[in-house]
């Protein structure tokens, strides 16, 4: 079952995105060279605190902390530590959580770290989140769950080739349904599968998470000992974009973007939904 959300709901959802907001502000700023993955997850534990919301990673199926530090080959799902220490030219994809009121905010983005970094890391990141974009912009009334997967993997199928020689679109993992709990139903594909089908009409109410992950090369991954930190099966590394999305009679509504989405769905000539928090 689909959860169709309020208006009200959704903008308590909206606060939750806000902190995650906050989350990523603070952490893109912490992510220097020297810092470890562990001074970031405490840089986000007091964001959290500081706004008086709840993590809704830590403790989930048993994760150690408070967002997920995911540097260079680490597809998802990395574990802060004092072990991992930044350095120029990394690239760290950093995921974060917040619950309100027993609703909840879940967005990613790809950081660089210090200077110096190949062109076709830049590249990575773009087509990442440009995709990701993509995606949002195809989540309109009446479309349908597909119509989503298909934006995010038509964007970066016409990308020019990375020297590298391909983008993999990482298969094991995709967006979500998000509301009352952090994963929910619908999962979302970041491709087009025909097993799959044309999945749910969209329809006001609706709450997704999109977040698609690209390598420099394999779609294929590999879960390491600790049963969390997902790699990529060649080593090569790899980028991961997300926001929370609300759709909403007046359109979409990015509920983890401090503008609501506004100026990217402008290039894609969207109007995004009012902020019901004014």
Same mark, same amino acid.
């Given at each position: 079952?689909?959860?169709?959300?309020?208006?009200?709901?959704?903008?308590?959802?909206?606060?939750?995105?806000?902190?995650?907001?906050? *989350?990523? +502000?603070?952490?893109?700023? +912490?992510?220097?060279?020297?810092?470890?993955?562990?001074?970031?997850?405490?840089?986000?534990?007091?964001?959290?605190?500081?706004?008086?919301?709840?993590?809704?990673?830590?403790?989930?199926?048993?994760?150690? $902390? #408070?967002?997920?530090?995911?540097? @260079?080959?680490?597809?998802?799902?990395? *574990?802060?530590? %004092?072990?991992?220490?930044?350095?120029?030219?990394?690239?760290?994809?950093?995921?974060?959580?917040?619950?309100?009121?027993?609703?909840?905010?879940?967005? $990613?983005?790809?950081?660089?770290?210090?200077?110096?970094? $190949?062109? %076709?890391?830049?590249?990575?990141?773009?087509?990442?989140?440009?995709?990701?974009?993509? !995606?949002?912009?195809?989540?309109?009334? @009446? @479309?349908?769950?597909?119509?989503?997967?298909?934006?995010?993997?038509?964007?970066?199928?016409?990308?020019?080739?990375?020297?590298?020689?391909?983008?993999?679109?990482?298969?094991?993992? !995709?967006?979500?349904? *998000?509301?009352?709990?952090?994963?929910?139903?619908?999962?979302? &594909? @970041?491709?087009?599968?025909?097993?799959?089908?044309? !999945? *749910?009409?969209?329809?006001? !109410?609706?709450? &997704?998470?999109?977040?698609?992950?690209?390598? &420099?090369?394999?779609?294929?991954? %590999?879960?390491? +000992?600790?049963?969390? #930190?997902?790699?990529?099966?060649?080593?090569?590394?790899?980028?991961?974009? %997300?926001?929370?999305?609300?759709?909403?009679?007046?359109?979409? &509504?990015?509920?983890?973007?401090?503008?609501?989405?506004?100026?990217?769905?402008?290039?894609?000539?969207?109007?995004?939904?009012?902020?019901?928090?004014?």
């Amino acid at each position: 079952m689909v959860q169709i959300k309020t208006p009200e709901q959704i903008a308590k959802m909206r606060e939750a995105g806000l902190v995650v907001a906050a *989350i990523h +502000a603070a952490t893109r700023e +912490a992510a220097v060279p020297g810092a470890t993955t562990k001074d970031l997850d405490q840089v986000a534990r007091k964001v959290i605190a500081d706004h008086g919301a709840k993590s809704n990673f830590l403790g989930y199926g048993g994760f150690p $902390a #408070t967002i997920c530090t995911s540097v @260079n080959e680490v597809v998802v799902h990395g *574990i802060p530590d %004092e072990k991992t220490v930044l350095k120029d030219g990394d690239i760290i994809s950093i995921d974060a959580g917040a619950i309100v009121d027993g609703w909840h905010g879940d967005a $990613a983005y790809t950081a660089f770290v210090g200077t110096g970094h $190949a062109p %076709e890391l830049v590249e990575l990141s773009r087509v990442t989140e440009e995709s990701m974009w993509a !995606g949002i912009a195809a989540m309109k009334v @009446n @479309n349908r769950l597909v119509d989503i997967s298909r934006a995010i993997e038509t964007f970066i199928r016409r990308q020019p080739r990375p020297a590298t020689g391909k983008y993999g679109i990482i298969e094991d993992f !995709g967006g979500h349904g *998000i509301g009352s709990e952090m994963h929910m139903d619908p999962h979302l &594909l @970041n491709y087009v599968s025909r097993k799959r089908g044309k !999945g *749910i009409k969209l329809v006001p !109410g609706v709450c &997704l998470a999109i977040e698609p992950m690209v390598s &420099l090369g394999t779609a294929r991954t %590999e879960t390491l +000992a600790d049963d969390w #930190t997902v790699i990529t099966t060649d080593g090569t590394w790899s980028s991961h974009w %997300e926001h929370s999305i609300a759709l909403t009679e007046q359109g979409p &509504l990015v509920l983890t973007a401090p503008d609501c989405g506004r100026a990217k769905l402008a290039e894609y000539g969207i109007t995004a939904a009012p902020d019901p928090l004014g």
